[in-house]
C-alpha cells in the first residue's frame, strides 16, 4: 500500500552527528572505497543503517568522508515516487562526519524506504552518490512477525578475510529478510586487535584487512569509533545494515573484556589509560555515534529500553553492564552493594514494564545468559563474571534474579521468553522449577546464540540455582578445541517466528550455513 507522507505530521526529526579523528587506512593491497579520492565530491563511507524502530519512529545513519550535509529523503515505494525531503543535518570532524536522524510520525505497518546522500557545505552543487536503506515499521493489528538475535562480531582476532567471503553470516540472516534484528552485544571487540594474518588450527592462514585504529587495543574515542567503522567495511554487513533495522545492545568487548565500573586495568601493560570508567565513556559514545541508537535525554548513555512491537510482541532490552559492582567471588547471601548486577532502577523499570505490557509475548533480551557459568578469572575459578555462581542456593547477583522472577510469578506475567549471546556457541534452555534449588518461578525458556564472526567456544558449565535444562547445545568438540576461526562453519543465529493467527512462537537455531539446527514452537498462555 502507497500514500502520502504529510510533510507538516511526518517530519517531526532530531538529529545528532557522529565522527572519528582519522579515516582507516588499508593495508596488505587492500583499498578501502571508503576515502573519497575526489576533489569536491563528498562520499558514503560505510553505508546506511536503520535501528531502534517503532510502530511510528525509525532511527536512520550515515557517514560522509568530509564535512558535508546529511540530505535524506523519506518514501513508501521503492521508487521514491511522491518522496519526502527531511531536514537536513550537517556532519562535521568533531563528531567524524557521521550523522543521525531520529524520524517520527511515521505510518505503522508499513516499508519505509529512505535515500541518503551528502552534499559539500560551501555551495551545495557537489554532492556524493546516494545510498537507498529500508526499514519496516511495527504493526498496530496482529501479522506474522520474524525476527532474528544473536551477538559477537569480530572477535578473537578474526576479522574480515575477503577470500572466505567475509562476515558470512549477515548474509545468510539478510537472506530471510526478518522485520528487525537484535544484537546481543559485543557489537565490536575493542580489547581484540587484528594482525594482517593469524593462523588458524587446521594451519591454514587467516588473512585480515586491517586498519589503524584496529591495530591495537581501543583507548581514544577515535580508537573506539575506528571499531565499528571496521566492521562496515565487511559488504556482508553494509548490505545487512541497509534492509534490515536493528535494536543494539552491548556487553563487554565494546570496552574491555569482562569490565565493571570503577575497574583499573593495573595488570594490563597494553593500556595506557588505566581507568575503565573513562575507557567505557568514550567506548558508550562512539557506541551511540556510530550505530543507530535513539538517544534518551532524561539518561544520555543509556542502553535499556523497551520497544512495542504490536498486539503480539514487545521486547525489553537489558543492561547487564553499566550498573553492576564489581567482579567478585559472588556469594553474598544477602542483598548489598557488591550483589548489584542490573541495578535499582533497571529492576525497577523491569517490573513496571513487564506489569504494563499488554502483548502476548514479551521477550526479554539478555546479553548475558542466566544459568551458565562465565568466570572472570579462568584460571583460578574464583570470580564471576555472570550471574551463575555454581550449584546451590541463591547468592550474589543472582539475588537480583531471584527478585525479578519471584515478581513475575506473582504478578502473573505470562509469556516470557529470554533471548540473550555472550557465549560463543548456540543453545537451548528450559528453566524448570522442579529441578531447581529455587523454586518460586513460573517455568521459561532461554536461548543462546552466537558469534555471528567471532572465534567459537564452549560449552560452559551450568548452574542448578534456577534449574536450567539443557534442550539443545551446538559447540566445538574437545578434538577441534575453542577459539575456532569463522570458516569452521560454527557461527550461529536464531530466527523467531510469531504466527498472527494462534500467536504461536517458534525458535529456529541455526548456523552460518542455514541449517537448522534445533526448533521448538511455544504455545501462548492467556490466563
Not at 548490505?239 to 568487548?253: A, G, K
Not at 562465565?374 to 547468592?395: H, I, Q, R
Not at 555471528?452 to 560449552?459: K, W
Request: hydrophobic share 35%.
Amino acid at each position: 500500500m502507497s500514500f502520502r507522507l504529510s510533510r507538516r505530521k511526518f517530519l517531526t526529526t532530531t538529529a545528532s552527528v557522529t565522527a572519528t579523528a582519522g579515516a582507516a587506512s588499508a593495508m596488505g593491497g587492500f583499498f578501502m572505497p571508503s576515502i573519497s579520492r575526489a576533489a569536491d565530491r563528498p562520499m558514503i563511507t560505510h553505508g546506511v543503517q536503520s535501528g531502534d524502530v517503532t510502530a511510528n519512529s525509525a532511527c536512520i545513519w550515515g557517514r560522509a568522508d568530509r564535512a558535508s550535509r546529511m540530505i535524506t529523503e523519506i518514501a513508501t515505494t521503492e521508487n521514491f515516487s511522491r518522496s519526502v525531503r527531511i531536514p537536513h543535518v550537517d556532519v562535521l570532524p568533531e563528531r567524524d562526519f557521521a550523522g543521525k536522524l531520529a524520524l517520527n510520525d511515521l505510518p505503522a505497518g508499513q516499508d519505509v524506504f529512505y535515500k541518503i546522500h551528502f552534499e559539500n557545505l560551501d555551495d551545495g552543487r557537489a554532492s556524493s552518490e546516494p545510498v537507498i536503506g529500508h526499514f519496516r515499521t511495527a504493526p498496530a493489528a496482529k501479522r506474522n512477525i520474524r525476527f532474528g538475535w544473536s551477538g559477537d562480531t569480530a572477535g578473537q582476532g578474526w576479522g574480515i578475510d575477503e577470500d572466505r567471503g567475509g562476515m558470512k553470516t549477515y548474509a545468510t540472516i539478510t537472506k530471510h529478510n526478518p522485520d528487525f534484528f537484535i544484537h546481543s552485544g559485543d557489537t565490536i571487540y575493542a580489547d581484540g586487535p587484528f594482525a594482517e594474518q593469524a593462523k588458524m588450527p587446521d594451519g591454514d592462514i587467516w588473512t585480515n584487512i586491517t586498519t589503524e585504529d584496529t591495530g591495537k587495543v581501543a583507548e581514544t574515542l577515535a580508537e573506539f569509533r575506528g571499531n565499528y567503522k571496521y566492521n562496515m567495511l565487511d559488504k556482508n554487513v553494509r548490505e545487512f545494515n541497509r534492509l534490515i533495522p536493528v535494536y543494539y545492545q552491548w556487553d563487554d568487548h565494546e570496552v574491555t573484556n569482562n569490565w565493571y565500573p570503577g575497574e583499573m586495568l593495573t595488570g594490563d601493560d597494553r593500556y595506557s589509560e588505566k581507568s575503565v570508567s573513562l575507557l567505557a565513556a568514550r567506548a558508550n559514545r562512539a557506541f551511540r555515534e556510530m550505530l543507530p541508537i535513539t538517544e534518551h535525554a532524561s539518561e544520555p548513555g543509556r542502553v535499556y529500553r523497551k520497544v512495542s512491537y504490536g498486539p503480539s510482541l514487545e521486547i525489553f532490552f537489558l543492561d547487564m553492564r553499566t550498573y553492576r559492582a564489581a567482579n567478585d567471588a559472588n556469594n553474598s547471601a544477602e542483598p548489598n552493594d557488591k550483589t548489584t548486577f542490573l541495578g535499582r532502577e533497571q529492576i525497577e523499570w523491569l517490573k513496571r514494564s513487564l506489569l504494563n505490557s499488554k502483548a502476548t509475548w514479551k521477550v526479554i533480551a539478555a546479553d548475558m545468559p542466566i544459568g551458565m557459568i562465565v568466570y572472570d578469572d579462568w584460571k583460578n575459578k574464583s570470580t564471576f563474571e555472570n550471574l551463575a555462581n555454581g550449584d546451590g542456593a541463591p547468592a550474589g547477583r543472582e539475588l537480583e534474579i531471584v527478585e525479578l522472577l519471584r515478581f513475575i510469578k506473582s504478578a502473573r506475567i505470562r509469556n516470557t521468553v529470554w533471548l540473550t549471546a555472550d557465549v560463543h556457541y548456540t543453545a537451548a534452555h528450559y528453566y524448570d522449577p522442579n529441578k531447581a534449588r529455587f523454586q518460586d518461578f513460573d517455568p521459561f525458556w532461554e536461548f543462546v546464540s552466537g558469534p555471528l564472526h567471532a572465534g567459537t567456544f564452549g560449552p560452559n558449565d551450568m548452574d542448578n540455582t534456577f534449574g536450567p535444562q539443557v534442550m539443545f547445545t551446538k559447540h566445538p568438540t574437545e578434538e577441534q578445541g575453542v577459539n575456532l576461526p569463522p570458516s569452521f562453519g560454527l557461527q550461529f543465529f536464531g530466527l523467531v517466528d510469531i504466527d498472527a493467527e494462534n500467536e504461536q512462537f517458534r525458535v529456529s537455531l541455526r548456523d552460518v550455513a542455514d541449517e537448522e539446527l534445533y526448533t521448538v514452537t511455544l504455545d501462548p498462555v492467556y490466563s
